[in-house]
């Protein structure tokens, strides 16, 4: 069995995966952002790359932000993003 989920890009990660969103399919036993982010590396090179290093990246489920750690659990959408830096 799988669960769905709507996982929206932005700035840098969207660029290098070429699109701004998917809704994924994904086994059930990915409980986690950390689990689901090895399991979008496999998908393809793009996704591999964008998904290695982690701690450039930052995590909302349903507009929350959260760690690797976090448990997707009933969440309909995951957003992967650069950290905001200023300038």
Known sequence: MSHQLSIVYFAWVK????REQDVIEYPKN????GELLKHLQSRDAAS???FADRTKLRF???QDF???DAVIGS????AIFPPVTGG
């Open 15 to 18: 660029e290098r995966l070429g």
């Open 30 to 33: 990915v409980t986690t952002v």
């Open 48 to 50: 591999n790359e964008v």
């Open 60 to 62: 909302a489920l349903d």
């Open 66 to 68: 959260v760690g690797l």
């Open 75 to 78: 969440a309909t959408e995951l």
